[in-house]
C-alpha cells in the first residue's frame, strides 16, 4: 500500500512548490467588480495584472466560487459601437502588465451564484500557462468612478 502511495505523494509536493514559484510572479492589483442591481446576469472584473518575474507568463482564464463561469474579454470599438470579443488568453512579458479596466479588457462573470453588494469582495483565482499554478485575488465590488459610454452589459 505504502509502496504504491509514495510516488503519488512525490509528485504532489512537485506540483505544489512549481505553483507556489510560479504565483509569485503574477501580481494582482485594483481588483475591482462594478456594482450591479443583484438580478444582473452578469458583472465585469477589473484589475491590473503584472508580470513581476523573468519569464513570460500567459493568463489564459479565472475561476471563482462565486461565479458559475469566467471568461476572459476584449471590448474594441467598431464603427462607433462597442463590440466584445473573447480573448484565450493574456500574454505578459517579463515586467509587462496588462490593465483590465472598463472599455477595455475585463473579466466577464457570468452566471452569479450568490448576491455580490457593494463593499463585499469575490476571490478569483487566475490560471497561468498549463494550468498547474494560479493566483488569487480578492475582488471588490465598487461603483466605477465614471459613467462609461462602452459599457454594454
Ligand atoms: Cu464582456
Avoid at 463585499?120 to 461603483?143: H, K, L, P
Wanted: hydrophobic share 45%; charged share 20%.
Amino acid at each position: 500500500m505504502l509502496r504504491h502511495l509514495l510516488p503519488l505523494l512525490v509528485l504532489a509536493v512537485s506540483v505544489l512548490s512549481g505553483a507556489a514559484h510560479a504565483e509569485g510572479r503574477l501580481v494582482i492589483e485594483n481588483a475591482w467588480i462594478r456594482a450591479a442591481p443583484p438580478a444582473a446576469p452578469m458583472r465585469a472584473g477589473y484589475a491590473t495584472l503584472r508580470n513581476v518575474g523573468d519569464a513570460p507568463l500567459l493568463v489564459r482564464g479565472a475561476r471563482s466560487d462565486a461565479f458559475g463561469d469566467i471568461t476572459l474579454h476584449a471590448t474594441q470599438m467598431d464603427d462607433g459601437i462597442a463590440r466584445m470579443r473573447e480573448l484565450e488568453e493574456i500574454k505578459l512579458a517579463p515586467g509587462e502588465q496588462a490593465v483590465l479596466e472598463p472599455g477595455g479588457k475585463h473579466l466577464m462573470l457570468m452566471r452569479p451564484l450568490r448576491e455580490l453588494n457593494l463593499a463585499e469582495t469575490a476571490t478569483i483565482v487566475f490560471e497561468i500557462g498549463g494550468g498547474t499554478s494560479t493566483a488569487t485575488a480578492d475582488f471588490i465590488v465598487r461603483e466605477a468612478a465614471e459613467a462609461d459610454p462602452t459599457d454594454h452589459h
